[in-house]
C-alpha cells in the first residue's frame, strides 16, 4: 500500500488535536499536512514530520491546494465555516483518484432547542443514527451545523466517499497541543464561581448525551483504518453519519455533583445548594450569543451511535461522573491564575 496523505484543519483545537495524536499514534507512516494560523515552536517538536500550511479558514486557495493534493481530510476546525468546507470540497472534487473527508459535526442538529419552552423538562426522544437516518438528514436548516452537514454528506459519489462524526457535549482532558479542555463543564464552573452557586434551568431534568474527549478520537481512527482500506465496511455519503455519544447527565444532577465538588474546593460556601435559573437568567449568561447557554445546560441532546458500534466503536473512557472532579479541578485552577 503507497503511503496516504492526510489534511487536517483544527489540528490545535480540543478535538482536532486529539484526533491527531490518535490518528498519528495509529497509523505512524501516513504523511499529515495540518492546516494553522501560526505555527508554534510546541507544535512543531510534538510533530517535526507534519507539514504546515498557513492560514484561516477563509484562506480558500491554500484549503483547496492541500484537500486536493490529500487522500484523506479530516475536518474538524469550524465545522459552521461555509467558505473552509466549500474550499475543501472544491480541492477534493478536483481529484481522479478516490478521496475521503471525515467532518465534525455536533449533536446540536438534533437538539430539541427549535421547540423549547425553556422549563428545564424531560425528553423521551433518543436520536437513532440508523432507524432515523433520513429524519437526521431532513432535519431544518435551522438546526446546528446541518447545512453545511447536509452539503458534506450530498458531496459523497463514486470517487470521493464522504462520513460525518457528531459527538454530543465532551469531557475529559486532552494531552495534544493547542487547546485542551472541553467547554461545557470549564464554563460552568466560571459561571457558577462568580455567582457563588451551582445552578440548572427550570426542573433541570433536561438530558446532555456525552462523550469522553479518548472515545471520540476511537471513532476518527476507526474511519481513517477504514478510509485507509479504500472505504472498508464503513458507511459513507448520505448514511455515513455516526453520533459518538457514549452516556448521558440529567444537569440538575450535574449541578448537585459540581456544588458538592465546589464546597469540597471550598469555592462554593458551605452551606451552597444548587438554584433553579430563569430563562433570562441563563440566557444572559453569554450575551454575545443569545441562545448559546439555554442550548447548552437548558435542552435535551440524546442519542444512541448504532452506527459506530456497527463498526466496533467501543467507548471505554471514565464516566462522566468519574471524571468530573479533575475537569472541574483544572478548571478552576486556570480561573484562579
Not at 470549564?186 to 462568580?194: F, I, L, S, W
Not at 455516526?242 to 469555592?267: C, L, M, P, T
Request: net charge negative; charged share 20%; with cysteine.
Amino acid at each position: 500500500m503507497s503511503t496516504k496523505k492526510l489534511f487536517i484543519t483544527g489540528a490545535t483545537g480540543y478535538i482536532g488535536g486529539s484526533a491527531l495524536e490518535g490518528i498519528l499514534k495509529q497509523f505512524p507512516n501516513i504523511r499529515a499536512t495540518a492546516l494553522l494560523r501560526s505555527s508554534s515552536a510546541e507544535f512543531k517538536a510534538r510533530y517535526p514530520n507534519i507539514e504546515i500550511v498557513l492560514g484561516d479558514f477563509d484562506a480558500f486557495e491554500v484549503i483547496e491546494k492541500s484537500a486536493e493534493d490529500a487522500d484523506i481530510v479530516i475536518h474538524t476546525g469550524d465545522s459552521d465555516h461555509p467558505g473552509c468546507a466549500a474550499a475543501i470540497l472544491s480541492g477534493l472534487q478536483k481529484k481522479a483518484m478516490p478521496s475521503f473527508l471525515i467532518h465534525l459535526t455536533g449533536t446540536g442538529c438534533i437538539s430539541d432547542e427549535r421547540e423549547q419552552t425553556w422549563e428545564g423538562k424531560y425528553n423521551p426522544h433518543v436520536w437513532n443514527d440508523v432507524e432515523e437516518i433520513h429524519e437526521i438528514y431532513d432535519l431544518p436548516d435551522s438546526a446546528k451545523h446541518h447545512v453545511i452537514d447536509k452539503e458534506i454528506m450530498n458531496a459523497s459519489n463514486g470517487l470521493l466517499k464522504t462520513a460525518c462524526i457528531c459527538p454530543p457535549d465532551i469531557y475529559g482532558q486532552s494531552s495534544a497541543v493547542g487547546t485542551r479542555a472541553t467547554f461545557l463543564v470549564p464554563e460552568y464552573v466560571r459561571v457558577a464561581m462568580e455567582n457563588k452557586e451551582a445552578f440548572y434551568l427550570g426542573k433541570g431534568e433536561n438530558m446532555r448525551a456525552v462523550t469522553y474527549i479518548d472515545d471520540v478520537v476511537d471513532l476518527f481512527v476507526i474511519l481513517v483504518g477504514q478510509a485507509l482500506q479504500g472505504g472498508g465496511s464503513a458507511q459513507w455519503g448520505r448514511e455515513g453519519f455516526y453520533f459518538a455519544v457514549s452516556g448521558e447527565a440529567k444537569w440538575i444532577d450535574a449541578a448537585e455533583a459540581v456544588n458538592r465538588i465546589g464546597i469540597r474546593q471550598g469555592w462554593l460556601p458551605a452551606e451552597s445548594k444548587p438554584v433553579s435559573w430563569t430563562e433570562a437568567q441563563v440566557n444572559a449568561i453569554f450575551p454575545h450569543m443569545p441562545g448559546m447557554a439555554l442550548y447548552l445546560w437548558g435542552s435535551n441532546s440524546r442519542a444512541e451511535s448504532v452506527r459506530a458500534r456497527n463498526l466496533g466503536w467501543k467507548p471505554h473512557g471514565p464516566s462522566f461522573w468519574g471524571s468530573l472532579e479533575e475537569d472541574v479541578s483544572i478548571a478552576v485552577a486556570k480561573l484562579r491564575k
